[in-house]
């Protein structure tokens, strides 16, 4: 009987998986917890304002972001390796999609530097 149980559990390789997609999700989360109040809908001074008065929070949600953007590169990775018995050819294509998306989430994050540069 205790043999079945444990042919029933995951390998160690899916328990990290789930670990790092929980930590990118937890990152995620925090990272818009962050920057939540700063954005007022409709009024771009007074976004402009809160970010000013509260540069530290604005970065610290900023890096919050990028860490949750660099796990998520490391899920797809994880799950890249996790398919690829199944079918290959659809475990690279689907990595792929998530690498280009994780890389234009990146490039747009430089766009959130902005309001931080002094002219």
Not at 2 to 20: L, N
Not at 63 to 83: E, M, N, R, S
Not at 99 to 107: K, T
């Amino acid at each position: 009987m205790t043999e079945r149980i444990a042919g029933a559990s995951p390998p160690p390789r899916a328990r990290i998986t789930g670990v790092v997609y929980l930590f990118y999700f937890l990152a995620a989360v925090f990272g818009e917890f962050f920057l939540k109040g700063l954005v007022v809908d409709g009024d771009a001074a007074a976004t402009a304002n809160n970010i000013l008065a509260h540069q530290p929070l604005f970065r610290l949600g900023l890096a919050t972001g990028l860490i949750a953007t660099a796990c998520y590169v490391a899920v797809t990775a994880l799950f890249y390796d996790l398919f690829a018995p199944v079918n290959r050819r659809l475990s690279l294509l689907a990595a792929f999609f998530s690498l280009v998306g994780c890389a234009s989430l990146a490039f747009a994050s430089l766009f959130q530097l902005a309001p931080l540069l002094r002219p």
